[in-house]
């Protein structure tokens, strides 16, 4: 008598999903008619940001308007819950000047963003621009549930013309990286700039996609040889001369990924990467000392007067799917 070997695969579909019973874990993905599409579940944590299919296209938004509708952003966690606690918006500048750093800011009174705690209920954060930038500090209930999307929203309430906001200019709020925190909810492992990863979504790591990177030479190089001790998500300074010709003319956000591009070559290919914490303003005629966090030691730490430095903005250097928004009146 031949014998047969059934296997059964019971699969629960809730809401367009599916879920497949299996050895002690569930596996989800996008559940259609005669087929079941199940993606690889990681073994140790991760998570992965990206902008969401839902974030508004680009348009016109009117001066003096409140709660309008920017961007959003899609979190997902692997392996382990996390609670986000830190995270900043960055609206785009319009250039690399000091002039430019922050000049949308006048059109913003507050920027707000609203996501689910751990019951399913909105919570929402409000915080103001600084040089371009809305910091989030001790949010504490951004829940991020395994193998599940979840939106990160970011609206906000605009200037009137009479108090500042200027027509035609224009407006792209995106994720920044200068202060990210999460914390494991099994683990009790609190998530820095540490575990982003700058290249590849691996296990153990902050993922947001690819990184495209400017070529700063002649615009930020590195001002005199330095060695420097790199530890990932360690604080340290690089002096950067901010243009060739007359220094601290250009200025980039906190948040801007940095590339040292020891072996010049205009790209960045196993080489260390930092994230900017924090460019001071300064004087005509001195270099600036830009505080930076390390998130790739994969170079030397060893660097040579007037290394270049290739950069990636938030927004448009990575994360760049965010609609741009233009001041009507």
Do not use: H
Request: charged share 15%.
């Amino acid at each position: 008598m031949k014998k047969f070997l059934i296997v059964f695969l019971v699969v629960l579909v809730v809401g367009g999903l599916a879920y497949a019973a299996t050895s002690g874990f569930y596996l989800k993905g996008a559940f259609r008619p005669g087929s079941i599409k199940l993606p690889t579940v990681a073994t140790d944590p991760q998570i992965t940001v990206s902008v969401s299919r839902s974030t508004p296209a680009s348009g016109s938004i009117t001066a003096g308007s409140s709660s309008v509708p920017l961007s959003t952003f899609t979190f997902a966690a692997l392996g382990e819950e996390f609670m986000v606690d830190e995270f900043s918006i960055n609206v785009s500048q319009s250039g690399i000047t000091a002039a430019a750093l922050g000049d949308s800011d006048n059109n913003i009174s507050s920027i707000r963003v609203s996501y689910l705690d751990v019951d399913g209920v909105t919570q929402s954060q409000t915080s103001i621009l600084v040089a371009g930038t809305a910091q989030f500090s001790g949010v504490g209930d951004f829940y991020l549930p395994i193998n599940k999307g979840v939106d990160l929203t970011v609206t906000a309430d605009l200037d009137s013309v009479a108090d500042g906001a200027t027509v035609g200019e224009t407006i792209r709020a995106n994720l920044a990286f200068n202060d990210f925190e999460a914390v494991g909810q099994s683990t009790g492992t609190t998530w820095g700039l540490e575990y982003v990863d700058a290249d590849l979504p691996n296990s153990k790591d902050l993922y947001f996609g690819a990184i495209t990177y400017t070529d700063g030479d002649e615009s930020f190089d590195l001002d005199g040889a330095q060695s420097v001790s790199n530890t990932l998500g360690g604080s340290l300074s690089l002096t950067i001369d901010s243009n060739a010709t007359s220094d601290n003319s250009n200025k980039l956000p906190v948040g801007t990924i940095l590339c040292v591009d020891d072996d010049d070559s205009a790209t960045c290919n196993s080489e260390d990467i930092y994230v900017v914490t924090s460019w001071p303003s300064s004087t005509s005629g001195t270099e600036d000392s830009v505080t930076v966090m390390a998130i790739d030691d994969a170079g030397d730490s060893s660097y040579d007067d007037n290394d270049p430095l290739l950069y990636a903005m938030p927004g448009t250097g990575f994360l760049t799917n965010v609609g741009t928004m233009t001041v009507v009146k």
